[in-house]
């Protein structure tokens, strides 16, 4: 973002504007089927820097991608593949909870710290 002073009637106005860094070719628009990583992170409302440490710290677990020229791209289908893969079951949030619950983990906000006794 950029600000901008103008004068209107002698007075200055800041007026804050977004900047395009890139161009306005189809790369940019989110329509399409190839999507840049930055576009990718924004699609799965996640930060850039999770899907490169998926990438290189948890190799296999994030969305495939695909080198192109060089630089990093996810095919839409691929990520959506993954959404899928991943979609948590109710058996899942049950064993959550048991796993929780055999911890001594309270889930009440009101109790404090279990006593040993």
Known sequence: MLAHTFCEEGNPVLVTTKEHM???????SMEGDILTI???????????ATLYT???RRVG?????VKVGGCLRYRRS???AWVAEHLET???VAAM???????????????????AG
């Not at 677990?61 to 991608?65: E, L, N, T, V």
């Open 97 to 115: 909870a048991q796993q929780r619950a055999g911890d001594g983990v309270s889930l009440s906000r009101a109790s404090g710290p279990r006593r």
């Open 54 to 56: 998926w990438r290189t």
């Open 22 to 28: 890139m161009s306005s070719t189809s790369e940019t």
């Open 90 to 92: 109710i058996d899942d």
């Open 61 to 65: 677990f994030g969305p495939r991608a």
């Open 38 to 48: 930055d576009q990718a992170a924004a699609y799965l409302t996640i930060s850039k």
């Open 78 to 80: 691929d990520l959506d």
